[in-house]
């Protein structure tokens, strides 16, 4: 054990990496117990998670569900974060979709994501006293294949009584297909997505467009939930600081 610490050599970006690190761990704790007690951050509008809660209640109106698309990412690999950015859109709009009786109609691309979208409507239907009114029908593994995935939802758009479009998630070009099904329909839309190429075949929809890390400030903006609020701060902060360290290096002053 000894020569095996013996061996390791601590650097200055290890002892930065872990101050960083420790850092980002103290701010998030105080800064979830400053969001509990009611201090919560403004957030600028965001117009794809703005209109969300607001066509929820249209859609209880008009007796017709929203459409939720979540992409075809899953849990593992590089479209991880997207993919529970999504599912926790979905947890922020279950509770209200599941009190007006509306709940949202779901499509996956990936079957890692069929059991918790599941689970976050079963879960928001236990905490409104309604288990027995839960429909496993209402989340659908399309396809795990992209394109075959995409034609799969813009059929559901096509033929369901959807009152609008929600893409949010891990696409690429073939989310275009199901943007277009959408248009053909007239839908309101609203999409968001971290990958390039999607970003490339969304911006000309006629939708609501959330670029980049968007996704996941609008989780925190549609939520509310003190955890996420805190840690889109810390991580506004550590850009902060990473900015600042590469500003003060270009200049020689370490």
């Known amino acids: 054990m000894t020569g095996l610490l013996g061996s390791l050599q601590i650097t200055g970006t290890h002892v930065a990496a872990l101050l960083l690190t420790v850092l980002a761990l103290l701010l998030l704790f105080l800064l979830i117990a400053r969001a509990r007690a009611g201090h919560r951050p403004h957030i600028r509008s965001l117009p794809p998670f703005d209109l969300l809660s ?4 249209r859609s209880a109106e008009s007796g017709k569900p929203l459409h939720l698309t979540m992409g075809s990412g899953g849990l593992g690999g590089d479209r991880t974060l997207a993919s529970l950015a999504a599912l926790e859109i979905l947890e922020g709009l279950a509770d209200a979709a599941v009190a007006y009786g509306m709940v949202p109609l779901v499509t996956v691309g990936d079957p890692t994501l069929l059991p918790l979208a599941e689970d976050v409507l079963r879960r928001a239907h236990i905490r409104r006293g309604i288990p027995d009114r839960y ?21 559901v758009i096509k033929h369901e009584r959807v009152r609008g479009n ?30 390039l190429q999607g970003l490339g075949a969304l911006y000309p929809a006629d939708a609501r467009l959330a670029v980049g890390e968007e996704l996941y400030a609008g989780v925190a ?3 509310g939930f003190p955890r996420h609020l805190a840690s889109l701060q810390v991580q506004d902060v550590l850009r902060f600081l990473l900015v600042a360290v590469i500003v003060l290096r270009v200049f020689g002053a370490f």
Not at 135 to 155: E, I, K, L, S, W
């Open 135 to 155: 429909n496993p029908a209402t989340v659908r593994f399309v396809a795990a294949q992209p394109a075959t995935y995409a034609v799969g939802a813009a059929d």
């Open 221 to 223: 903006r549609l939520t």
């Open 54 to 57: 607001a066509e929820l209640g």
């Open 166 to 195: 929600v893409v949010i998630g891990s696409f690429e070009e073939e989310v275009s297909l199901i943007t277009c099904a959408g248009e053909g329909r007239g839908l309101l839309q609203a999409t968001a997505t971290d990958r």
